[in-house]
């Protein structure tokens, strides 16, 4: 009976142990500082390369993917969420929201829904408006929809300076705790660039996370409602 019962509790212990290792470990980030990456306008061709370079430096990311984009390359949507990382939205054809009525939001955002779930079994949280321009129709829509905005506090300007070393030399230096860092990940020299951002971002202490997962440490989170970074003055309480 005594050795039933070991084998049991030993049983239990492998599965948990296995269960935890599983389980992504994310710190409050008054305990380890962190940053949202965020990536936009694609999938695209390095998509791949991104999300490989990524797990290599136990990074993850958001990916605000253009709905015409995940039409061409659905395997890239699933290739995005099973590895971690988080699917948001960017509109069907990089659409200024600004010039849209809320319906008319809704309906482009259902369809880019459509194929997120059709991909990976859930829907996206976070919108990411093309150009940054959000109003009172975005905000509707989202509401409608539960869904949150996200914009950025850091822009790598990487698709127009397409050049790795200027990239490093504009994000490293403005790097803080609770920021979102704004890439896109249809270019090469993006990947490139990444390569020496991540280590040294690893290098300088901070968690690497998607954007859902650093903006859950907010007291509170209200659909329809633009972020541009995590409030370190809004924190929920420490667990
Ligand atoms: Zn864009």
Same mark, same amino acid.
């Given at each position: 009976?005594?050795?039933?019962?070991?084998?049991?509790?030993? #049983?239990?212990?492998?599965?948990?142990?296995?269960?935890?290792?599983?389980?992504?470990?994310?710190?409050?980030?008054?305990?380890?500082?962190?940053?949202?990456?965020?990536?936009?306008?694609?999938?695209?061709?390095?998509?791949?390369?991104?999300?490989?370079?990524?797990?290599?430096?136990?990074?993850?990311?958001?990916?605000?993917?253009?709905?015409?984009?995940?039409?061409?390359?659905?395997?890239?949507?699933?290739?995005?969420?099973?590895?971690?990382?988080?699917?948001?939205?960017?509109?069907?054809?990089?659409?200024?929201?600004?010039?849209?009525?809320?319906?008319?939001?809704?309906?482009? #955002?259902?369809?880019?829904?459509?194929?997120?779930?059709?991909?990976?079994?859930?829907?996206?949280?976070?919108?990411?408006?093309?150009?940054?321009?959000?109003?009172?129709?975005?905000?509707?829509?989202?509401?409608?929809?539960?869904?949150?905005?996200?914009?950025?506090?850091?822009?790598?300007?990487?698709?127009?300076?397409?050049?790795?070393?200027?990239?490093?030399?504009?994000?490293?230096?403005?790097?803080?705790?609770?920021?979102?860092?704004?890439?896109?990940?249809?270019?090469?020299?993006?990947?490139?660039?990444?390569?020496?951002?991540?280590?040294?971002?690893?290098?300088?202490?901070?968690?690497?996370?998607?954007?859902?997962? #650093?903006?859950?440490?907010?007291?509170?989170?209200?659909?329809?409602?633009?972020?541009?970074?995590?409030?370190?003055?809004?924190?929920?309480?420490?667990?």
């Amino acid at each position: 009976m005594i050795r039933k019962l070991l084998c049991c509790a030993l #049983l239990l212990a492998l599965l948990c142990s296995g269960a935890l290792a599983e389980e992504r470990v994310v710190l409050d980030p008054r305990v380890q500082p962190a940053v949202a990456l965020s990536f936009d306008d694609g999938p695209s061709e390095f998509t791949q390369q991104v999300i490989d370079l990524l797990t290599e430096n136990d990074c993850r990311a958001t990916f605000f993917m253009v709905g015409t984009n995940m039409d061409l390359y659905p395997d890239l949507v699933k290739a995005v969420y099973d590895s971690g990382n988080e699917v948001g939205l960017h509109t069907w054809r990089h659409n200024d929201l600004n010039e849209m009525s809320a319906d008319a939001i809704v309906r482009n #955002l259902q369809l880019c829904q459509n194929i997120v779930l059709a991909q990976t079994g859930a829907t996206a949280k976070w919108l990411r408006p093309p150009y940054g321009r959000v109003g009172p129709s975005a905000y509707g829509a989202c509401m409608a929809l539960e869904m949150y905005i996200a914009t950025w506090t850091i822009d790598s300007w990487d698709w127009k300076y397409q050049n790795a070393e200027k990239i490093y030399n504009e994000v490293i230096p403005q790097l803080a705790n609770g920021a979102i860092i704004l890439f896109h990940d249809t270019h090469a020299t993006t990947v490139e660039a990444l390569r020496t951002i991540l280590p040294e971002i690893k290098a300088r202490g901070y968690q690497v996370l998607t954007v859902d997962e #650093l903006m859950s440490f907010r007291e509170s989170l209200r659909s329809g409602t633009h972020y541009y970074h995590l409030d370190l003055n809004k924190l929920a309480p420490l667990q």
